[in-house]
């Protein structure tokens, strides 16, 4: 005998999570944040926030400033991102937003003799490649030595040339290739290999009298 109570239909299938922005590459983050999704451009931020804030500290030898610029560029890349030509690498479009703005704070203090050049201040990250001078395996006995040799390269960096310490951050302690550098600076390779070598040059001069 019926009962009159119907049973309840199946719940329809779950369906298949979306893949977090976290898995996807550079160039999928951007085009999934053109299509509306919000949270990629977080991922953005949260993927190259800390590496340009190095980036433009060891460039222009303010930690304070850096986080200003490293901002603006942030909302630069807002701005413009629709405009970025998802052919190209991400890091590198970002990287030269970046290098163009930390350009622009040396042109600027140019004019002020007081803040021409400041010295780096010792805020390198460990997590980071700073040039390796001391046994890397970090004996208790080695940490006075290197925490002193990591003020000399600072300071060593900020003597160099703007187009030269430029070149030589990217190199030597970001770890970016001929290529990307010239993508960067819109230089050639041939000037890039130039100002670089001059760059390890004259960094040699600075340091080398120096370290023990």
Request: charged residues 30%; without cysteine.
């Given at each position: 005998m019926s009962t009159g109570i119907r049973a309840a239909p199946p719940p329809p299938p779950l369906?298949?999570?979306?893949?977090?922005?976290?898995?996807?590459?550079?160039?999928?983050?951007?085009?999934?944040?053109?299509?509306?999704?919000?949270?990629?451009?977080?991922?953005?931020?949260?993927?190259?926030?800390?590496?340009?804030?190095?980036?433009?500290?060891?460039?222009?030898?303010?930690?304070?400033?850096?986080?200003?610029?490293?901002?603006?560029?942030?909302?630069?890349?807002?701005?413009?991102?629709?405009?970025?030509?998802?052919?190209?690498?991400f890091s590198t479009w970002i990287y030269t937003i970046a290098s163009n703005l930390a350009k622009n704070e040396l042109r600027n203090r140019s004019r002020n003799p007081l803040v021409l050049f400041q010295t780096i201040k010792k805020n390198w990250e460990s997590d980071h490649r700073p040039l390796q001078f001391e046994d890397p395996h970090y004996r208790p006995d080695d940490l006075f030595r290197k925490r002193h040799l990591r003020e000399l390269v600072e300071w060593a960096v900020a003597q160099l040339p703007e187009h030269h310490r430029i070149v030589f951050v990217l190199r030597e302690l970001e770890g970016k290739t001929y290529e990307e550098i010239a993508e960067i600076t819109d230089c050639n390779l041939g000037t890039v290999k130039s100002r670089l070598n001059r760059a390890r040059h004259r960094f040699a001069q600075i340091i080398e009298p120096l370290v023990d």
């Open positions: 369906a298949s999570a979306a893949p977090s922005v976290r898995t996807l590459g550079d160039s999928q983050v951007v085009a999934a944040y053109l299509a509306g999704e919000v949270r990629a451009f977080d991922e953005l931020v949260e993927r190259y926030q800390r590496r340009l804030l190095n980036f433009v500290f060891r460039t222009i030898g303010d930690r304070e400033r850096a986080e200003d610029l490293v901002q603006e560029v942030f909302i630069r890349v807002h701005r413009h991102l629709h405009r970025f030509d998802q052919t190209k690498k």
